[in-house]
């Protein structure tokens, strides 16, 4: 079946923009995870959607970002107020199930720069 | 946290070399995946492997749990392994935790 989809690959904008990423992670994964990679680094977490539980924000760097999931479905996190520091790639990553011992699997990632 | 570290940082290799590739971690896990970041930076799925040995074509795989350490072996080497190879762990919860990766360069 189909992978994880992410879009838009790339987003250009202007500092103090708000700014939209979407993830469609693998039909019938309940997992769904969202990274960040800044150039040259490894990933870090961001947020993390287990099913209809209440998402674990906890790697979200500031208020300005956050996120929402529909069900096991389709995920958005928004981005208010940008700016150059949040300049990065942006993963999304889906598993079976959240229990940290499924695999993960990624989608290609939004590249997002902030001018 | 969980410390992940990843040896050698950086690898140049002649095509048909062969390499090995390491990630010490400092707590047990319940997960542990090897990925390979192509050039375009898509993360694509090596192996998981949380313990044991996998094979796979040319790349295999070996965990061993108890001493903390995974081991990535790539044979006859072609220019499209190229790329960032990361190990993630998963001690607690769920999220992957990356080491800083390491950047082969297979040259022809």
């Known amino acids: 079946g189909a992978g994880v989809s992410q879009s838009p690959s790339n987003k250009v904008t202007e500092k103090g923009k708000d700014v939209e990423l979407r993830c469609d992670p693998i039909?019938?994964?309940?997992?769904l995870y969202w990274y960040r990679q800044r150039l040259g680094q490894g990933l870090e977490f961001l947020i993390y959607?287990?099913?209809?539980?209440?998402?674990?924000k906890s790697g979200l760097p500031s208020d300005r970002f956050s996120a929402e999931r529909t069900g096991e479905s389709v995920s958005t996190l928004t981005i208010q107020r940008t700016q150059q520091e949040d300049s990065a790639v942006y993963l999304c990553?889906?598993?079976?199930?959240?229990?940290?011992?499924?695999?993960?699997?990624f989608g290609p990632g939004t590249r997002l720069t902030v001018l | 946290g969980i410390q992940v570290e990843q040896s050698p940082p950086d690898l140049i290799l002649q095509e048909g070399a062969n390499s090995t590739l390491r990630c010490n971690f400092s707590?047990?896990?319940?997960?542990l995946q090897w990925f390979h970041q192509n050039p375009w930076g898509q993360l694509i799925n090596l192996f998981y492997?949380?313990?044991g040995t996998k094979q796979n074509g040319r790349l295999s795989a070996t965990t061993v749990a108890t001493e903390r350490y995974s081991l990535l072996y790539i044979s006859s080497s072609q220019t499209t392994d190229s790329g960032v190879y990361f190990c993630?762990?998963?001690?607690?919860?769920?999220?992957?935790?990356f080491g800083k990766g390491t950047s082969l360069l297979v040259t022809p």
């Open positions: 990553a889906s598993s079976p199930a959240g229990t940290g011992i499924y695999e993960q699997f």
């Open positions: 039909s019938g994964h309940t997992a």
């Open positions: 959607f287990q099913g209809n539980s209440a998402p674990d």
């Open positions: 707590d047990s896990v319940n997960n």
């Open positions: 492997i949380p313990s």
């Open positions: 993630a762990v998963v001690s607690s919860g769920y999220a992957l935790n």
